[in-house]
């Protein structure tokens, strides 16, 4: 099977047209990773250029804050509101905190195995 290596430029199935930049030398996230890869550059591109609109810090935030908002609308129960509260935190800090720090710092493995997918 096919190993996966991080740094490698991802490839979007979303044609350039459809995001509005049809000219590849003013692509701007793209920009940075072709540079990663084709000018042997030791910096990783940023780690939210490499997720998805769903998965960028508004989209985690909004998220959670509808979470547990939602939670104390329906149900006027603390005790219920609290442990959910605790959880949308923890999503956060491992989402929002420790894994793109872990980007940061190069501790994410450096190959992953297309059958761990």
Aim: with cysteine; aromatic share 12%.
């Amino acid at each position: 099977m096919p190993r996966l290596r991080l740094g490698t430029p991802l490839r979007t199935t979303t044609p350039r047209s459809y995001r509005g930049d049809t000219d590849p030398e003013t692509s701007g996230s793209d920009k940075g990773r072709q540079g990663f890869v084709e000018g042997g550059g030791s910096t990783p591109p940023d780690f939210w250029a490499l997720k998805p609109w769903w998965c960028q810090p508004w989209s985690i935030l909004l998220t959670g804050s509808s979470i547990v908002a939602g939670s104390w609308a329906v149900l006027h129960i603390w005790w219920i509101t609290a442990p959910v509260s605790l959880g949308v935190a923890a999503w956060w800090a491992l989402f929002l905190v420790l894994v793109p720090s872990a980007y940061a710092q190069g501790e994410l493995p450096q190959e992953i195995d297309a059958n761990d997918l």
